[in-house]
């Protein structure tokens, strides 16, 4: 989520981060769905309703979850939450550093690299500036097996619409000289962030543009994609 101040100044942003929990609740379900019941969350956040864990283990009991966040807060609330539950972690790393997040305890004692795992890259990328990001993904992804599944959303303001592209440039600035500043790429950089793995349908659309969205809901400005690995 957004730190309280930014979403103080722009309730928009209250909207996106909606939107955008709503798309990751179904995309767990998806995966789920799917037979995939290992779920690798890097910037998982401080914890908030419809936590992964608790939608995966609703309907999964051996459900494994590997929370990934760099920021001490979040990984304490994280930790708090989790206490004394099977198949949970929470991991306090850097998701740029993907052969030390993979080594970590957390993440390899857990998750069984073998079978498919879903790469969750929520809201996360647009504060990763890093022009090796899309190394750093392909690493992960390789990591992982046949049948895995990568998961995006990331801000944008590629879009034909001049009143979102300044709405999602609106949020970008309310996040200027905090800690984490927001990059926005454009359509085809956060689509080149998939590497070879063409998005399952409907590709890369709005985060409201998707199956089981509400059909009123208005445009988020954020681009959200799913990726399975073959
Ligand atoms: C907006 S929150 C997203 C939380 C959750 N994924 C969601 O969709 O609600 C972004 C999180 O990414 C984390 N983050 C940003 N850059 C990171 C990095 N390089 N490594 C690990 N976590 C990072 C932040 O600390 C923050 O908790």
Redesign the pocket.
């Given at each position: 989520?957004?730190p309280a101040k930014i979403l103080a100044q722009n309730p928009d942003m209250g909207y996106v981060?909606q939107a955008?929990?709503a798309f990751?609740g179904r995309a767990v379900g998806w995966c789920l769905a799917r037979g995939i019941d290992q779920f690798l969350?890097?910037?998982?956040?401080?914890p908030?309703v419809g936590n992964v864990h608790e939608i995966a283990l609703a309907r999964r009991p051996d459900t494994r979850v590997a929370y990934?966040?760099?920021?001490p807060v979040?990984v304490a609330h994280a930790r708090e939450l989790i206490e004394g539950l099977h198949g949970v972690t929470v991991t306090r790393?850097?998701?740029?550093g993907p052969d030390h997040v993979l080594a970590a305890p957390g993440v390899h004692d857990l998750l069984d690299l073998t079978r498919p795992v879903a790469l969750?890259t929520?809201?996360?990328l647009h504060?990763?500036p890093d022009p090796a990001l899309p190394a750093i993904l392909a690493r992960y992804r390789e990591a992982l097996a046949p049948g895995s599944v990568h998961v995006i959303?990331h801000g944008s303001a590629d879009h034909d619409d001049p009143e979102l592209a300044a709405r999602t440039r609106a949020i970008q600035d309310g996040y200027r000289g905090s800690a984490?500043e927001v990059v926005l790429r454009s359509r085809p950089e956060i689509a080149a962030l998939l590497g070879s793995h063409g998005p399952v349908a409907p590709g890369m659309v709005d985060i409201v543009d998707r199956p089981e969205s509400d059909p009123g809901a208005r445009p988020t400005g954020g681009y959200a994609a799913v990726a399975t690995m073959s």
């Open positions: 989520m957004a981060c955008n929990r990751l969350d890097l910037g998982s956040g401080v908030t990934v966040d760099f920021e979040a790393a850097d998701m740029r969750l929520v809201a996360v504060f990763v959303t984490t």
